[in-house]
C-alpha cells in the first residue's frame, strides 16, 4: 500500500522529491469551493456602475428613464409622457433589481450634455474628475489597515458615450463624407474618456436613421475609431483566450450599438408597451 496515500493531507511530505504533489492528497472537495463562492455571491449580490454622456439633446436622460422604467419601475411608472427636462448636474439613480435570486444594484449616473457653449475647451472636466475622484475615493477606504468588509463601489464600471445620428445620406456627397465621421470633438472627448474607463460608444436617436445609413455610419465610426487609436470596451486586452477573441469580436463588430430612447405608452396587440413611435412602426423601449 502506498503509505503517501494514507496519510492525512496536511500531515503527509513526499518521501522523495520525484514524487509528483498530487499523490499526496485523497479527494479534498475542491469543487465544493464554487458552490462556496455562488453562495457568497448570491448573499453579497453585484454592483454595476454606468454613466452616460454625450452632447446635449441626445437622449441620454430619456435612454436612463427607458432603462429604469421597463426594468424597475414595471407596475407604477412615473412622469410618463411629460417631456424629460434638460439634464443640469450630474446626478445619479440607484435601484435593486433581483432576477432569481440574484441581486444587482444597478446606479446610472446621468450627466449634463456638452456643446452648448461657444468654447467647448475641457468640457470633459467635469466628467473625468468624477470618474477619478470614484477611483480615489475607493482607494482611499481599500488602504485603510482596517478597512470595511465591504467597500461601497462607487467606480464607474461603464461609460455609455452618445454619438450624435450625423449619418443621413440625404446631404450633399462632401457634407454627407464630413459629416458621416465622428466630430473632432467626440473624438478628443473619446481619447480621454478611454484612458480612464470602458467606454461602451452608442448611435443616439438612431430611429432618425435608416438601416443602411445606420451600418455605413457604423463602419464609418469603428475606422475613425480605429485611425485615432481610440480603444473602447472591449479592449483587447480582454482577449485572454479563444472564447473571449469569439465573443469580443463579434460584439467589435456590432459596436457603436445603435439606441432609441422611448418616453410614451403605446397600444401594441391590446398592450401597453413603452416605445417610440416612427413612420414606420412602434421601437419597443
Ligand atoms: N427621435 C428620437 N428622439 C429622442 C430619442 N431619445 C430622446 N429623444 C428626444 O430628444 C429630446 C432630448 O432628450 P433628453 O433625454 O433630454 O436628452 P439629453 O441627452 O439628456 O439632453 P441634456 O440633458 O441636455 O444633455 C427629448 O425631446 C426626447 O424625447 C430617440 O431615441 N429618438
Ligand atoms: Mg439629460
Known sequence: MDPLR??????????????????????VGIEAVLDQLKIKAMKMGFEFNIMVVGQSG???????????????WKSNIPNLGTPTPQTLKLHSVT????????????TVTDTPGFGDQ???????????GYINEQYERYLQE???ITRQRHIPDTRVHCCVYFVPPTGATCLGREEGRRRR?????????LQRLCRAVNVVPVIARADSLTIEERETFRQRIQHNLRSHCIEVYPQKSLDEDTNDRI???KIRD???????GADREHLVNGKCVLGRKTKWGIIEG
Open 247 to 249: 465573443l469580443n469580436s
Open 181 to 189: 465621421s465622428l466630430r473632432p470633438l467626440d473624438i478628443e472627448f
Open 95 to 106: 435601484h435593486i433589481i433581483e432576477e432569481k435570486g440574484v441581486k444587482l444594484k444597478l
Open 58 to 72: 441626445l437622449g441620454k436622460s430619456t435612454m436612463v428613464n427607458t432603462l429604469f422604467k421597463s426594468k424597475v
Open 118 to 128: 461657444i468654447n467647448n475647451d475641457k468640457c470633459w472636466d467635469p466628467i473625468l
Open 6 to 27: 494514507q496519510s492525512s493531507p496536511g500531515s503527509s511530505r513526499p518521501s522523495s522529491p520525484r514524487t509528483p504533489p498530487c499523490e499526496m492528497f485523497d479527494y
Open 142 to 144: 481599500e488602504i485603510l
Open 254 to 260: 456590432r459596436i457603436p450599438f445603435a439606441v432609441v
